[in-house]
């Protein structure tokens, strides 16, 4: 009789456990995501939103431009508390007026010879250091960045491409000046600020208010409070040029003669990640 009971006893557990088997099992955790969607653990020991699995991407937002700008997940710190993470994209746009500006000056010189057309070329280069002289701006402000000699059918051909750093205030002057020094053509002028690191840290600055403000905007209308900022990283930073492009072939003395130039501002923008807990 005892051996017929442990029998059945035996048995009947041993239905039940094929039973779960067979059938499976889910246990259900009241627990709700970021964005209230109620989640389920299953039998595969997965999390499940609305019986689907969700990806390391399924809290994301989007800007109209398809540039990500917040995403929301759940994290195990080295003590094995879960830590609710919020990423947030932000943007900070910097500008300045440039306060110096580079013209990109060229001297074309021909000669029978190749020596003819070498001294040509420094009559005119020595014409052009006077003027620059009178101006006091120093020879030093110039800089070679190309030469090149080469023979053509009626003789020889030097080119002379030189550089001049100037405050942006002299550049319309100086152009009228360098025209009747004799130099061949005014191929572009660039410009730029002495203190590009205070620039870039203004833009850097507005990135982080801006990701502040939009992680603020997002938690404040569901009553949640941000936390610590977990980490900030600098993903893009993207400097727009002030240049104008090769505007100036000079045909003749005086041709360029009260010549206006108007630069561009310079913008920085710089592009963020900052985690934040809430």
């Known amino acids: 009789m005892r051996v017929g009971k442990y029998f059945y006893a035996g048995l009947i557990i041993l239905l039940c456990a094929a039973s779960l088997v067979l059938f499976g099992f889910r246990w259900h955790v009241p627990v709700e995501d970021f964005f209230g969607q109620p989640y389920s653990i299953g039998e595969d020991g997965k999390v499940k939103i609305d019986g689907h699995e969700p990806s390391s991407e399924a809290h994301v937002m989007q800007q109209e431009d398809g540039q990500q700008f917040v995403q929301s997940s759940e994290e195990l710190d080295i003590r094995g508390t879960k830590k609710r993470i919020l990423s947030v994209y932000g943007e900070g746009i910097a500008r300045s007026k440039p306060d110096f500006g580079v013209l990109k000056i060229n001297i074309t010189a021909k000669g029978k010879t190749s020596y003819e057309a070498l001294q040509n070329n420094n009559w005119v280069q020595e014409r052009m250091l006077r003027f620059l002289k009178n101006r006091k701006i120093s020879k030093d402000q110039v800089s070679t960045e190309g030469f090149k000699l080469y023979k053509e059918e009626e003789g020889f051909v030097l080119k002379n491409d030189l550089s001049l750093r100037v405050d942006v205030v002299d550049i319309g002057k100086l152009i009228d000046g360098l025209i009747t020094a004799g130099?061949?053509?005014?191929?572009?002028?660039?410009?730029?600020?002495?203190?590009?690191?205070?620039?870039?840290?203004?833009?850097?600055?507005?990135?982080?208010?801006?990701?502040?403000?939009?992680?603020?905007?997002?938690?404040?209308?569901?009553?949640?409070?941000?936390?610590?900022?977990?980490?900030?990283?600098?993903?893009?930073?993207?400097?727009?040029?002030?240049?104008?492009?090769?505007?100036?072939?000079?045909?003749?003395?005086?041709?360029?003669?009260?010549?206006?130039?108007?630069?561009?501002?310079?913008?920085?923008?710089?592009?963020?990640?900052?985690?934040?807990e809430y």
Not at 187 to 196: H, L, P, R, T
Not at 212 to 218: G, I, T, V
Not at 250 to 271: A, D, F, Q, S
Request: aromatic share 6%; net charge negative.
């Open 183 to 276: 130099v061949s053509s005014i191929k572009a002028i660039e410009f730029g600020i002495e203190d590009y690191e205070l620039l870039l840290k203004e833009s850097i600055k507005k990135a982080v208010l801006n990701a502040q403000s939009k992680a603020e905007a997002l938690l404040t209308p569901l009553e949640m409070e941000l936390g610590n900022v977990e980490s900030v990283k600098v993903i893009e930073v993207q400097k727009v040029p002030a240049d104008i492009g090769s505007a100036y072939q000079i045909t003749g003395e005086g041709y360029m003669k009260g010549c206006i130039i108007l630069p561009k501002e310079i913008v920085i923008k710089t592009r963020i990640e900052t985690r934040f």
